[in-house]
């Protein structure tokens, strides 16, 4: 469990001094961002292989190299701001972060807040818990106690379906999630594909999938009305699907292409 104490703690610490540091200054058009010279791109650092911090202390996996990517083809320096599940959205509505490469799944309450561009990346949402936890659909969770990450799709997903009797209790971010999960606090939790692999490998054979919640597409996000800007994006990720290099990375950090739900470029 030491490998989610520690990235969260340090996720908290960056999102912290980075709240402070920046001055609110964020650019909302694409001329705006190159005359700048630099591009501020908020991104979870506890979200593992999406968002991580390195052996060096900096963001990495994922999401750092799609972002890294971006600011490479606008010809900028990419500024990976830490932010978590919570804050992402309030980082970007208040141009604390001019775009969001931060895991963020696609549904309509967050399409009121934020533009979406076409997914770039897409995971899987499942109950999962300890093996010998009978719960094999949304009934199943009747009398339980199950753990989400506050403000995720997964606590979306779960508080729609639960029954009157589960008891939905909300954490700060995944890894904390899975340390009440590994700890016996809870025994299900709401996790994407991508957090259970982790979970597999901190826990091998406790815990396993039990029922698939919803399939997510992932997108990057920029503030409403930066149509601009946000053309740009998707004509970013359709080149970057085209030419193999968002499969490329995709392959690097999850051992899989991409899923071809968000290979497809929007027409």
């Not at 949402?125 to 339980?144: E, M, P, Q, R, T």
């Amino acid at each position: 469990m030491n490998i989610f104490k520690k990235t969260a703690a340090i996720a908290a610490s960056m999102a912290l001094l980075a709240g402070l540091a920046l001055s609110g200054a964020s650019a909302q058009t694409t001329e705006e961002i190159k005359a700048r010279g630099s591009i501020n791109i908020g991104m979870l650092v506890d979200f593992p292989p999406f968002g991580i911090i390195n052996e060096q202390g900096n963001p990495d996996g994922y999401d750092a190299d799609v972002a890294k990517l971006l600011a490479e083809d606008l010809g900028v320096t990419a500024n990976i701001v830490p932010v978590t599940g919570p804050n992402r959205i309030p980082y970007l509505i208040s141009n604390q972060v001019d775009v969001l490469v931060a895991s963020l799944g696609i549904t309509e309450e967050r399409a009121k807040q934020v533009a979406f561009s076409q997914p770039y990346a897409g995971i899987e949402i499942f109950v999962v818990g300890d093996v010998n936890v009978g719960v094999d659909d949304a009934a199943g969770l009747s009398g339980k106690n199950v753990g989400v990450a506050r403000a995720s799709t997964q606590d979306t997903a779960i508080t729609e379906i639960a029954p009157d009797d589960a008891k939905i209790q909300r954490f700060d971010d995944d890894a904390a999630a899975v340390q009440a999960l590994i700890s016996g606090q809870v025994p299900l939790i709401g996790a994407s594909n991508t957090v259970i692999a982790q979970i597999q490998k901190v826990a091998p054979g406790r815990f396993e999938p039990k029922f698939s919640l919803r399939q997510q597409s992932q997108a990057i996000a920029a503030r409403p009305g930066a149509d601009e800007f946000m053309a740009y994006i998707n004509d970013f990720l359709t080149r970057k699907k085209e030419s193999g290099e968002l499969n490329a990375i995709h392959e690097k950090w999850l051992d899989a292409p991409l899923p071809e739900f968000v290979a497809k470029t929007a027409k």
